[in-house]
Structure formats: structure tokens, C-alpha cells
């Protein structure tokens, strides 16, 4: 079992700047493939970024493509989620998720979230203007 926790959500200002965090305990996220998924309001979950386990090749959703940067560290079983320039859209709880396979192209993990072997709660993301 994976056990995922986020942190950093929060309340924050058009244009301003959010860094998520995702702390795994349980097992080494060094196999996993790695996400951030959103869902907002009335509005089914979306992937937002993905990031490979072998090469650490990423994906972002294009709404969010040139402003958020998903990266991991693997000695600190944690994957991080850098939203610059947020705007109102973003508005959502951001949700970590790993899956314990290696994609081709891990856009795969983002745009399918049937593959999802494992969620974290989630952590609230407020953008005001």
C-alpha cells in the first residue's frame, strides 16, 4: 500500500505562485509513475501533470502547459507540483496520484484515471482575482 499526502494548497491571489507537495510513505515512489489531478466544482477530475518513473519524462494538460512544472524526488519519496501565473480556472482540490507501471508515454497516466492504483486526499487551491 502507497499512502499519499499533499500539502501547500492554499488561498492565493491572479498571478500568483502555489507549490504543491506529495509525500509517499509506505513504499518507494521510485517505480511509480506520478500525477496531479484536479477536480473543481460540479466538473469531472482532470489530469493536470504527469511525470514517468524511468525517464522522467513529463505531460502537461495545455491549460496549464508554460506555468506549472511537475518534478520528483525520489530520496524523499515526494513529487512536487510548481503552479506559477495561477488565474481563476485553476480553482480546484488538487489531487497526487501514483501508478506502479511504466507508460510509453505518460500521458496516458493524465488523460486515463482508471489506471489510478493510488489517490491522496486532496489539498484545496483557491485563486482569487
Known amino acids: 500500500q502507497v499512502q499519499l499526502v499533499e500539502s501547500g494548497g492554499g488561498l492565493v491571489q491572479v498571478g500568483g505562485s502555489l507549490r504543491l507537495s506529495c509525500a509517499a510513505s509506505?513504499?518507494?515512489?521510485?517505480?511509480?509513475?506520478m500525477g496531479w489531478f484536479r477536480q473543481a466544482p460540479g466538473k469531472e477530475r482532470e489530469g493536470v501533470s504527469c511525470?514517468?518513473?524511468?525517464?522522467?519524462?513529463?505531460y502537461y494538460a495545455s491549460s496549464v502547459k508554460g506555468r506549472f512544472t511537475i518534478s520528483r524526488d525520489n530520496a524523499k519519496n515526494t513529487v512536487y507540483l510548481q503552479m506559477n501565473s495561477l488565474k481563476p480556472e485553476d480553482t480546484a482540490v488538487y489531487y497526487c496520484?501514483?501508478?506502479?507501471?511504466?507508460?510509453?508515454?505518460?500521458?496516458?497516466?493524465?488523460?486515463?484515471?482508471?489506471?489510478?492504483?493510488?489517490w491522496g486526499q486532496g489539498t484545496q487551491v483557491t485563486v482569487s482575482s
Open positions: 509506505g513504499r518507494s515512489l521510485s517505480n511509480y509513475a
Open positions: 496520484a501514483a501508478v506502479l507501471r511504466s507508460f510509453r508515454h505518460v500521458q496516458a497516466m493524465c488523460v486515463i484515471p482508471a489506471l489510478i492504483d493510488y
Open positions: 511525470i514517468s518513473s524511468s525517464d522522467g519524462s513529463t
